[in-house]
């Protein structure tokens, strides 16, 4: 592997709360990312996020620390409510974000108009999986950097990167959701709540668990079973995309989405660099803090390996997945569709 | 009643992979049979299915314009891969037919041209429909989970830009698109080898779950709602918002019964009340829905005070 060949990537952690902001500072992110206490993102959920003082604080701490705090303002206001993410976009660019995360053609559009030297990022949300989308949205609101879809595999990163005049951003670790992003209004078909609008999929609220006679572990979203467990099974929390159904044709229920998984791209890291992935996201702003610390130190070890040209061990982080179960996902290639 | 008499009745695209003779004669008895202002074809799920019907394009266009229908193609939802890029690249250069944008690439394609604007775009704001409106979007379809309250927003909004506004009121909801293919993945295969197995299915493929109770739908890689969306009750309360075209989206069984039905009831004929009636007795096969509209879970039915 040529060191020298690659530029060295940001590497870019979740900050769900004030407190994992600081620890992933501290455990080596070069930015950490996060959003306010409301519907303006898309990790709308109690107990996380921060308020405005908060994202202040936050600001100040990265800052001093030399790392940079990315603002997610990755929603899809409904008509008539735009007020709360016009709110939320100016306290950011007050409060001196070096970036805003946005997924809605309509809040680009407001940042573009208003914060005209204010840095933009494409959200996952927005879903640009092709050149010339990627396209627009630089040409029309000046964007700086995407974050490519989980549905690109590496060749196709390198032929996007080719043509694109921003930087890229790709997931490399944490949970994967199967529907493309920003596209999915399963959760607000079951439970009135839309994670477009809201910034909520599968919400807690909307959870039950329920045992039958024989001890199976029934979990479900709203009214739906999404998935039963035996009583020696470990239950996962019951996800639209991850559930087991039925269709005529099957005598067994199948995982007609995807198994519960998380994604890992350890061994594709230097791929990705090469490719021209220029920033390193880890998902998982609704984790713990030492979930939080293991993983950033992690990677933060890994890529400065890489960039020294060594062959870091990282098989440790097989442990922090979900059910300790990983893919490389579309990434690794064509066959995952 | 004025406001009435300018409600145009649409036809969505095909999302199912019907046979192409199939399309074709749905198209052929749409224009022979049934007033419909608009018709949506072109392919809007997958790019491996367009060749099977692009030949029939031009018949059908005429077939259609000769009735006096409006014909709109529209473009992919997802747009990925070197195929699907060319697919709407193709479409979009050509000069001669009017566009409907189902995602950001054909957006770029279309700057500064007249088109108009799919359901899968995300239009969900006023700020959104007013840079459309900039780039040449005439005429939004908004996205099925879209509140009426928001449309109140919209509708104002969209007569000062000189946009009109469609939404969905019939046929399963789409909810969702995936870069995997699920019909590939219920048949064991993967896309790349899928063999187009989803031709079997031209409603969709039913998903239930674990308790055995129907719940999705898979069409390739868009999951729909098992629910068949019906908002004929809505619609009055929708014209009021601004909203001047009402979408069918095609289902397997008789859609001209369907259409008529809506027909009747944009022209005061019948009420909402008998076409639902009538709807319920010879349309899809599923329960009705119309949850979104009223901010309730998609999937509900809201009985109408």
Same mark, same amino acid.
């Given at each position: 592997m040529e060191a020298m060949s690659m530029i060295r990537p940001e590497l870019v952690c979740p900050a769900g709360t004030p407190a994992s902001l600081r620890t992933a500072v501290d455990a080596g992110a070069d930015a950490v990312y996060c959003g306010f206490q409301n519907a303006t993102n898309a990790r709308n959920f109690s107990g996380l996020n921060f308020t405005t003082a908060e994202m202040r604080g936050g600001v100040d701490y990265a800052h001093d620390k030399g790392a940079k705090l990315l603002l997610a303002i990755n929603t899809f206001p409904p008509g008539g409510k735009t007020d709360l993410w016009k709110s939320a976009i100016d306290d950011g660019v007050c409060f001196g974000v070096d970036a805003l995360i946005v997924a809605d053609i309509g809040v680009a559009e407001y940042v573009s108009q208003n914060h005209p030297d204010q840095r933009l990022h494409l959200s996952v949300q927005a879903g640009a999986s092709s050149a010339e989308a990627i396209q627009y949205y630089c040409e029309s609101f =000046?964007?700086?950097?995407v974050v490519l879809p989980r549905i690109l595999t590496v060749k196709e990163i390198k032929a996007i990167h080719d043509e694109i005049p921003c930087e890229i951003e790709a997931f490399i670790f944490g949970n994967i959701g199967m529907m493309a992003e920003g596209r999915c209004s399963l959760t607000n078909y079951i439970? &009135?709540? @839309?994670? =477009?609008?809201? &910034?909520?999929? @599968?919400p807690a609220s909307h959870v039950k668990y329920e045992e039958d006679k024989a001890r199976n572990l029934m979990t479900k979203l709203g009214d739906f079973t999404v998935d039963c467990f035996s009583c020696g099974e470990n239950a996962g929390y019951p996800t639209v995309c991850k559930g087991r159904y039925l269709v005529d044709h099957r005598e067994e229920p199948y995982y007609a989405f995807e198994e519960p998984v998380s994604l890992n791209l350890t061994s594709l890291l230097p791929d990705l660099m090469q490719a021209g992935v220029t920033a390193l996201k880890i998902e998982g702003r609704q984790r713990s803090r030492a979930y939080v610390r293991s993983v950033v130190s992690a990677f933060r070890k890994a890529v400065d390996g890489y960039m020294a040209g060594e062959n870091p061990e990282l098989s440790g982080l097989l442990a922090l997945t979900e059910g300790h179960r990983e893919t490389a996902g579309a990434f690794g290639g064509k066959k995952w569709r | 009643m004025a406001m009435t008499a300018l409600s145009k009745l649409t036809i969505g695209p095909i999302l199912f992979h019907w046979p192409a003779e199939q399309k074709r004669d749905f198209y052929f008895r749409i224009a022979d049979e049934v007033q419909v202002d608009r018709v949506y074809i072109g392919e809007v799920i997958c790019g491996k299915r367009v060749p099977y019907f692009e030949q029939h394009y031009e018949e059908v266009a005429r077939r259609l314009s000769a009735a006096d229908i409006d014909v709109v193609y529209s473009t992919l939802s997802e747009v990925m891969i070197r195929n699907d890029r060319q697919i709407v690249a193709k479409l979009c250069a050509d000069e001669s037919i009017n566009i409907e944008a189902n995602d950001a690439s054909a957006l770029k394609y279309l700057a500064g041209k007249k088109h108009a604007a799919g359901p899968f775009l995300n239009v969900y704001n006023e700020w959104t429909m007013s840079h459309l409106a900039r780039n040449g979007t005439t005429h939004i379809t908004l996205p099925p989970e879209l509140p009426g309250q928001a449309m109140d927003t919209l509708g104002a909004k969209s007569k000062d830009l000189g946009v009109t506004l469609e939404a969905q009121v019939y046929g399963r909801i789409p909810l969702a698109l995936s870069a995997r293919c699920y019909h590939a993945r219920a048949h064991d295969r993967v896309k790349d080898n899928c063999q187009l197995v989803c031709e079997e299915d031209p409603d969709g493929l039913d998903l239930s779950t674990l308790a055995g109770e129907p719940f999705l739908t898979v069409n390739g890689i868009q999951t729909l709602s098992h629910t068949c969306l019906n908002l004929v009750h809505e619609m009055n309360g929708m014209q009021a918002k601004g909203i001047s075209a009402f979408r069918l989206s095609p289902q397997s069984h008789n859609m001209i019964e369907t259409a008529q039905l809506f027909r009747r009831v944009l022209n005061k004929e019948i009420d909402a009340a008998e076409a639902s009636a009538r709807l319920a007795e010879n349309g899809l096969d599923a329960p009705f829905s119309n949850g979104f509209y009223h901010q309730e879970d998609g999937c509900r039915w809201v009985e109408n005070q």
């Open positions: =000046n964007i700086k950097r439970t &009135g709540v @839309s994670t =477009n609008m809201d &910034g909520v999929c @599968s | -």
